[in-house]
Structure formats: C-alpha cells, structure tokens
C-alpha cells in the first residue's frame, strides 16, 4: 500500500496513487465494490488539486462527531446498548471518567441486571471515580426521581449485552416514553461484516443517535465498522482501543482513521478534544 508520508500529512500528489490507495483500503478492509466507487467519487473532485487530500474524501463518506462529549445534555440520559461483551461497560467508565475530568457531574445507572458479575466491577469504578451509582430496579425508579428533580447530573446507562436479532430485552428503552435517552450503539471493529444488516435494523429501533467503536487494537479489518456508518449515517463519536481501563477513549475523525486503516498510529491532536490527561484510573 502506498505509504502516507508523515510530512504530506494524507496528501498524495499523483492521482494515481490516490486511486490506487482507496482502491488497496477497500480491499485489504473488505469494504466492498459499493463503498470503493463511493468513496472514489468523493475523492474525484480533489484528483486535479496539487496535494490530494484523502482523509478529505473519507470525510465525505462517514459522519464524525468529535464533539460528543462536549454535546452531551444532563436531560438526555446516555444509554449505552450493544451485542455481548463488546465494550459497553468499560466505554460507559472512560465516558464518566472524561466527563469527570472536565468538571461535570455524573450519574452511573446499571440496568444489566443479568450479568451481575459486571454490577460490582462497574460499582467499584463508580466509587473510585467518586460517581453515584444506582443498580437494578431500584435504580431504575431513581433515574424517574432525578430526571424529574436535576437539571445539570449527566446520567449514563449500562444496559446488558443483547442479540442484535432479538432485542426484546430492551423494550423498556422503547416503552419508557416518559424519558427522551440519548442511545449509544458500542460496534466493535473486530465484528463481523454479514452482521450489518443487523446493526442497521438495531439502530433505526432504538433510534441510536451514536456509534462508539471498540477494539480497534485487536481487529484486522474495519469493515463493519465502516460499512455499518456509511449505510447508517450514523456518526462515529469515539473510539476504545485497549483492555485497560487506564487508556482513554479516543476521538475519530477522517485522518485519525485513514491512520489507522492504513496501520498508522492514531496519534492524538489535541485540537478537538478535551484534555484526556487525568481521565484515566
Ligand atoms: N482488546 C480490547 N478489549 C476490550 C476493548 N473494550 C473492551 N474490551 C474487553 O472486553 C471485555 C468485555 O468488556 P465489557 O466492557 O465488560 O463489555 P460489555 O459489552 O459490557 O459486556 P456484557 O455486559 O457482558 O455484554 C473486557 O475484558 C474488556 O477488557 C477494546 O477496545 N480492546
Ligand atoms: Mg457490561
């Protein structure tokens, strides 16, 4: 694959090799004839500049929203939803962490009354990031109390892992008019392709308004993530990449990608997130 030079900062000079870049993305990621020509007619218009800018063109095709966090409202209640396993619960403790770091208050609401192996971890993070934390059923009617009586805790979610084909589990999501949630989606990179379909139908049911991606540190291809947000247009807030609690959640937008689509760090430019220096545990 035609290298990125880090001095060109993602911009190729022969449209050519531009072309040739996008076409060996799509390939190596398994992205699919439909996204390539996608993502080729986006970048034609940049083919007769000087210094092609490929994460322009990516931009194009996929939504980014790097100012998530920042947008998040104490009245909308964050409820993180995803298949099993796939990160929700940690991506729920960085999420506090980040918010905590920037001063604003949180809530942590543990609905997952079915894995209780997780209740006490996630309690345990709760304590040590010095959040309230309400379990169960319990916990459920004291979401109804403080939605009613705050106006400024920011409260998040935990749900349990769901079949993405049978997700009846979370109707109350669906039922609870009362309360307008703002749902979070968890992909994780590593998941399959011929889930998509899957993913989509989730998403238009519990109108998920985000997409956090998971375990990039582990996945060799990107092709569900991607195809899942460019079917979807669904923008992608954040992205988990480690086991470890102590590591950060990390912005993404286009060139933080193409990074790492093209196995390049995805180095951190401080420009459009907030500090992440003492978010960590
Ligand atoms: N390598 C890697 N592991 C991760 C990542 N995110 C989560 N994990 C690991 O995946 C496992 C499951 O994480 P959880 O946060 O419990 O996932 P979950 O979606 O809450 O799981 P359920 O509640 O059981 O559905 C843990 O061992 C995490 O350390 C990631 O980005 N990369
Ligand atoms: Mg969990």
Known sequence: MPSLRKAEKNRIDNPLSAIRMVEEICSSHYLGQ????????????????????????????LNFEPQWIRKILSLKPVVFLGSFGVGKTQILAKVAALLKASDRAVEIYNIDTIKTSGQGLLQAYA????????????????????????????????????????????NWLLSAQKFVFDPVLVVPCDGCVSLSPDYVSFIKKFGVRHIILSKLDIAGSLSLPIRLAWSSEVPIAMVNGSPNLSENLQYLNASKLLNALTGAEIAETGSDAISHSHAGY
Do not use: M, R
């Open 127 to 170: 304590h040590k990031l010095d959040v309230p934390y309400y379990f169960g059923q319990e916990g459920w009617l004291s979401l109804q109390e403080n939605i009613k009586n705050q106006t400024d805790v920011i409260k998040l979610i935990d749900t349990q892992g769901v079949n993405l084909k049978n997700s009846d589990d979370l």
């Open 34 to 61: 439909d996204f390539q020509d996608f993502w080729l007619k986006c970048l034609s218009p940049y083919l007769t500049l000087t210094g092609i800018n490929i994460a322009e063109s990516l931009s194009e095709c």
